[in-house]
């Protein structure tokens, strides 16, 4: 039995002005606020491939800019009749609609009969739809509230909702506080900014796999999916589709199969995990007893299971990599719910309850047959604890506190380092993690605690997809911190020869050139 | 999947078969029967078609029954003509597998609003049709049965208004296209299922023919479901099934020929070749000057002259296109007779072609516009089907494929995966698929939308995965230009 690893381990940062900026070969680096762009630096050489994001709360848009482009302002409003639009409704959504329009419009308008009426029939339909379970409106703040789901700290007030890369390239998206998602690339200077009617209160991002541009988000009128013009000269080239089904929203998660054909969308006040094919623009759902509404959900890397968590403390693994029909495994956590998760290679599952000092678990979903030491295991399958989240204090100018309650995980593509951001403490903690074969972690080490400049606390994380092999096996952990700087933070296990170093990087430049001309050639023609 | 009919009149003329009639007359007698059956067993007022008259003496006529079992047959004929005329039936696979119950119950309940809504349009035609058309037919019954009405007919529009009546009318519309479309629903159900198929194994140890294998299911034409439920278990085998992969991926005898990999592969490249070049053929006539010369040919030249500009616009002026010296060779006949006969057939298709400009007989007579691409595009979820699994498999070759023998095939997959994506481009340039807004017309654009992510997501897969090979594949120049915009995830 391998021993459970404590935030003790960790070496506390040094020094209050610097902040930590690269892990190369086990030594952190520092660096003020000057350098930090500075081209001498040793980390900035393994940066260069990533877009160099600008995020200041001046460049949000207020009330009324946004509002100075509102599509209202160009076309006249037209006062029809509620019966004319009622009819409307009906020939072109379908008498299910028109129902619910009728429900929720004033009595008054509609007369009283036909208003009474309409909100009887709006709520069997409501009956038949989601049983017995009803819940109407959500927390504001809170337990169970959008706040304390979504994987951001502070998501209410901070800066930066979301950031999500790209799994195939150096493409980053980023939700930001007034509802518009910007999408930065490295090769493209034009920032896209994508911004929509329906978009508000932006709980998760999600590019698609196997797909350029396509881009899922996660609103709270329903799902909203992307196909983003980069590099248009006019950000209205750009345009979403929106996904809705009734009693689904606010949807809080949004998960592609990492085949890229279908999506799954969570909404806790639903039971349902819809089953999205976006092309066609319908859903399936998936309902099981038990819980209540879905927080969020995600999908292993080789998307044979899918994870899904509700608000209580039941939480499911799907198995999705069969032809018949998916079925789900029933796992509960003894307090609370299931506040994170995340898969890594090999089926590995790691999650964490929303306690206040819990600890996160690994769960190994991968059959084996040969498995010499299950004997030795009480059970079949259990959940394994592995990192103690209890709260620790490290003593810098005055006390800091590392640990408590989890708020979002993340583990790089190969397994080897998970990132974890706590709820109230400024740093993140860095762990280096190795898989065994049968999908367990057998090795588990401190790597380095990450810490701002002085003031700032991260607000939320995501790795960089794509595993670089060629510059010495580069992962890179992408930080938002909540004065708007976007960090990028490379983690290099072995740093490449200098000699060797400089004949890639011409290589590789001379690749981007390529590249470049070659995407000239390309839109020349089109 | 109905056959290609070319004009409005084919169409019509496609209707008298002798399969429509009969489920014309069968939808009828269904109908009148269901209402009859009901009427009777449901007792009351209206239980029998004659009864003892109270006041005078004989038989008299319940005109209500009658009203309501001439419904039924109402019923049957209206939604026959609705469902099996008018309206393209196809089967819809289920987006992940589901139960059937779990399937059933979706359907039915998406199902009942809506024909709720539908059936009260059959109610309105048939009591305006029983105002004016009513007595007639009353009279003749009652003449053919020597039988008396003894209360005042229907045919006026106050006791037409006999709520109870409508509702009974209505309920008896619902009733019958209710049995019709679950039927359908459990039809669809049913054979949308996914069904494992069995590869061939020709070693000498298994010679009995249990059933019937995947390579002879994909090459059935003739029936569209068998072909349909083929790739269906090609994609499953490449995206989920281990076990069965490895059979795809071992060669048929020890040191012989992959067959069954030869033979996928050659099914999958030619069902999708055959798709595009039918699309093809259908957008050409369109825009002549721009397919002459396909883009791809001219990039190397453009970018040569182009090097020397530093914008990045696109170019309004006319580019110096190399001219295409594809003009056939015309071959000129000297013999008087065939002359004459030329002279004839132009004069004919002049004649025809003066015709077809008059409008009313252009409705009829004329192509519909459109018509072919949409007939094509009903075809598309095998061809789905196919660009996903055969790009799956070709990715998971390079892990699983122990002989190599995928190898040689894969520039043929990307090729034509890359030719698929540029004609599906063009047609969405050309916008042939637009306007009306019918369940088909939806269908079809669910279709095409599909088709486009799919082909996309197809060469995605296979550019991620082998992009550092791409170089080692063999591929042409141009075909390497193509994936550029793939490479650089741009597309």
């Known amino acids: 039995m391998m021993k459970i690893f404590s935030l003790h381990e960790f070496d506390t940062p040094s020094d209050d002005n610097l902040a930590t900026v690269a892990l190369i070969e086990d030594v952190l680096h520092y660096c003020n606020y000057e350098n930090l762009t500075d081209e001498l630096q040793p980390f900035s050489k393994y940066l260069r491939e990533y877009p160099e994001v600008v995020i200041t709360s001046d460049i949000l848009a207020t009330r009324e800019t946004s509002h100075a482009f509102c599509a209202g302002d160009l076309f006249l409003p037209v006062h029809d009749s509620i019966f004319k639009k009622l009819a409307s409704i009906c020939r072109e959504r379908g008498l299910v609609e028109a129902i619910c329009v009728a429900a929720s419009s004033e009595p008054r308008e509609v007369t009283p009969v036909l208003h009474w009426i309409a909100t009887r029939l709006k709520w069997i339909l409501d009956l038949v739809d989601r049983g017995i379970y009803q819940r109407e409106t959500l927390p504001t703040f809170g337990s169970g509230s959008i706040a304390d789901i979504a994987h951001t700290r502070d998501w209410e007030t901070s800066l930066i909702r979301c950031i999500s890369w790209h799994p195939h390239c150096a493409r980053l998206a980023i939700a930001t506080r007034d509802d518009r998602i910007r999408i930065f690339s490295h090769e493209i200077p034009i920032i896209s900014i994508l911004k929509h009617s329906a978009q508000k209160s932006v709980c998760c991002i999600s590019w698609r796999p196997l797909a350029g541009k396509q881009l899922a988000v996660a609103c709270h009128a329903g799902v909203l999916i992307w196909t983003i013009e980069l590099g248009a000269a006019s950000n209205f080239l750009s345009h979403a589709v929106l996904l809705k089904q009734r009693n689904h929203t606010p949807v809080t998660s949004v998960v592609w199969h990492p085949q890229g054909d279908l999506l799954v969308s969570c909404s806790p006040t639903d039971t349902r995990m819809l089953i999205w094919d976006t092309s066609k623009k319908e859903s399936v759902p998936l309902r099981r007893v038990g819980g209540d509404g879905l927080c969020f959900a995600c999908w292993s890397p080789c998307g044979s299971r899918l994870f899904s968590a509700t608000c209580r403390n039941i939480f499911r693994v799907w198995n999705t990599g069969v032809a018949t029909l998916w079925h789900a495994d029933k796992w509960t956590v003894p307090i609370g719910r299931v506040a994170v998760a995340c898969f890594g290679p090999n089926l590995t599952l790691l999650f964490a309850t929303d306690e206040d000092s819990g600890k996160i678990f690994f769960l190994p979903l991968q059959e084996n047959i040969f498995d010499v030491k299950k004997l030795s295991l009480d059970d079949v399958k259990m959940a394994v604890p592995l990192i103690d989240l209890t709260k620790v204090y490290f003593l810098d100018d005055d006390y800091v506190t590392v640990g408590g309650r989890v708020t979002a995980l993340k583990w790089d593509p190969t397994g080897r380092y998970l990132a974890i951001l706590f709820q109230d403490s400024p740093y993140i903690a860095l762990v280096k993690t190795k898989l065994g074969t049968l999908s367990r972690v057998i090795d588990i080490k401190p790597g380095c605690l990450i810490k701002g400049f002085s003031g700032e606390v991260p607000n939320c994380i995501d790795f960089y997809q794509k595993c670089q092999k060629e510059l010495g096996n580069l992962v890179c952990l992408t930080i938002a911190w909540s004065s708007g700087r976007i960090q990028h933070f490379p983690i290099i296990e072995k740093e490449t020869v200098p000699a060797m170093n400089t004949s890639t990087s011409l290589i590789s430049h001379s690749l981007s050139l390529r590249h470049d001309t070659y995407n000239f050639d390309l839109t020349a023609i089109y | ?491």
């Open chain 2, 1 to 491: 999947m109905p056959p290609y009919s070319k004009s409005r009149f084919i169409k019509f003329c496609g209707i008298f078969t002798s399969q429509n009639i009969s489920m014309g007359i069968l939808h009828v007698t269904i109908g009148g029967l269901l209402a009859g059956l009901h009427l009777s067993i449901k007792g009351g007022k209206y239980r029998f078609l004659m009864s003892e008259c109270s006041v005078i003496y004989g038989t008299c006529l319940m005109e209500e029954h009658y009203f309501l079992l001439l419904s039924g047959f109402w019923s049957g004929l209206y939604f026959f003509l609705k469902t099996s005329i008018f309206h393209i039936k196809y089967l819809k696979f289920p987006i992940i597998s589901s139960s059937k119950f779990f399937r059933f119950k979706a359907g039915i309940s998406s199902l009942l609003p809506s024909l709720m809504a539908q059936c009260i349009w059959p109610t309105l035609y048939y009591l305006i049709g029983y105002y004016f058309l009513g007595p007639y037919c009353c009279s003749t019954i009652l003449f053919l049965t020597s039988a008396q009405l003894e209360s005042e007919p229907l045919s006026n529009i106050p006791s037409l208004l006999n709520l109870s009546l409508i509702f009974q009318l209505w309920l008896y519309q619902l009733i019958f296209i209710l049995a019709i479309d679950s039927m359908y629903l459990m039809f669809e159900i049913y054979l949308t299922e996914w069904v494992p198929f069995e590869f061939k194994q020709s070693s000498i140890f298994s010679t009995d023919e249990s059933g019937v294998t995947l390579t002879e299911v994909l090459s059935i034409d003739k029936v569209p479901i068998m072909q349909h439920l083929g790739y269906l278990d090609l994609v499953t085998i490449a995206q989920k099934d281990n076990a069965r992969r490895s059979v795809l991926f071992t060669l048929s005898q020890p040191g012989g020929h992959p067959y069954n990999w030869n033979c996928i592969v050659e099914k999958c490249t030619s069902l999708i070749k055959k798709f595009s070049d039918d699309l093809n053929a259908c957008i050409k006539p369109q825009e002549p000057k721009l397919s002459l010369c396909a883009p791809s040919s001219t990039i190397t030249d453009i970018s040569v002259f182009q090097k020397q500009y530093i914008y990045r616009m696109r170019n309004l002026i006319k580019e110096e296109i190399p001219i295409c010296t594809e003009q056939s060779d015309m071959k000129k006949d000297v013999d008087s007779e065939l002359h004459i006969q030329k002279f004839i057939k132009t004069k004919w298709s002049n004649f025809l072609t003066y015709l077809l400009s008059k409008p009313l007989i252009a409705y009829i007579f004329g192509e519909i516009e459109g018509g072919k691409v949409c007939h094509i595009l009903y075809n598309g979820q095998t061809v789905i089907w196919a660009a996903d699994a055969i790009s799956s498999l070709a990715v998971l070759s390079l892990t699983e494929d122990s002989y190599g023998i995928a190898q040689k095939d894969l520039s043929l997959i990307i090729n034509t995966l890359l030719t698929l994506k540029q004609i599906l481009d063009k047609l969405q340039r050309t916008n042939l698929t637009t306007k009306k807004q019918n369940e088909d017309d939806k269908f079809i654009k669910q279709i095409f939308h599909s088709l486009r992510a799919a082909a996309k997501r197809s060469l995605y897969r296979i550019v991620t995965n082998f992009e550092i090979y791409i170089g080692d594949l063999q591929l042409e120049t141009t075909t390497i230009e193509q994936l550029h915009s793939f490479l650089a995830y741009r597309e």
